[in-house]
């Protein structure tokens, strides 16, 4: 079974770029999140979609982040502009659908590191 | 809402001797609980989890956490360290429709 895939591997940009990240989660797999992990700190939840709809955005700093994830499938997570502050990791994960959602195991890619000079 | 405390960033540890890594949790309603690990060069991946049916959960490589729900912990133990579980550890909590909140990790260090 292919595990989650996430697209670039590392990404270097100045501050006030934008930038994209893509990941494609395990096939079957309804819920997909985007993590953010900076250096030292476990990840932080930043987006939780299940199929295609929005479960939980509160820590998304809307104002430059955004994501989506068409057809319940894939999904993109941009920011625009970057900051300083964004260097991070960034991960994507993905579970199954169940009607006991807390005890889904996550599966994660291997993530994208990015560095914002 | 909730909240996951790892004590300790850091855990050094000879091979052979008893690992401990310490986790509390706060959680509004029964807990949904996981350790997670991510060796060098690795993603994140499963350890084990408390699915409620027993308070001392078995995962791989020789791993064992035990809920106690009066102290609100959920240490990790092996009673062995080995060279390769150096690696860092993720404590975990879940909400019912499976938000994680995650503990910033103990970097565990074992010696020959």
């Known amino acids: 079974e292919a595990g989650v895939a996430q697209s670039p591997r590392y990404k270097i940009i100045e501050k006030r770029q934008s930038v994209a990240f893509w990941c494609n989660p395990i096939?079957?797999?309804?819920?997909l999140y985007w993590y953010q992990q900076i250096l030292g700190q476990g990840p932080k939840l930043l987006i939780q979609f299940q199929n295609n709809g929005v479960v939980d955005d509160s820590q998304l700093p809307k104002d430059r982040f955004s994501a989506e994830r068409l057809k319940g499938v894939d999904s993109t997570l941009k920011i625009q502009p970057a900051k300083l502050e964004d260097s991070a990791v960034y991960l994507c994960?993905?579970?199954?659908?169940?009607?006991?959602?807390?005890?889904?195991?996550?599966?994660f890619g291997p993530g994208t590191r990015l560095t914002v000079l | 809402a909730q909240s996951v405390t790892q004590l300790g960033s850091h855990v050094s540890v000879s091979e052979g001797a008893l690992v401990l890594l310490r986790c509390n949790y706060s959680?509004?309603?029964?807990?949904?609980l996981f350790w997670y690990v991510q060796y060098p060069n690795q993603g994140l991946q499963l350890l084990l989890k408390?699915?409620?049916?027993?308070?001392l959960v078995k995962g791989i490589n020789g791993f064992e956490a035990e809920f106690k729900k009066s102290e609100t912990s959920f240490h990790l133990t092996k009673p062995s360290a080995h060279m390769s579980d150096a690696a860092e550890y993720f404590c975990v909590v879940n909400t019912n429709a499976g938000k994680s909140t995650f503990g910033d990790g103990t970097t565990l260090t074992v010696k020959p």
């Open positions: 959680s509004s309603v029964p807990p949904y």
């Open positions: 408390y699915t409620s049916a027993a308070t």
């Open positions: 096939s079957g797999h309804a819920t």
């Open positions: 994960a993905s579970s199954e659908l169940g009607l006991a959602g807390g005890y889904n195991e996550q599966f």
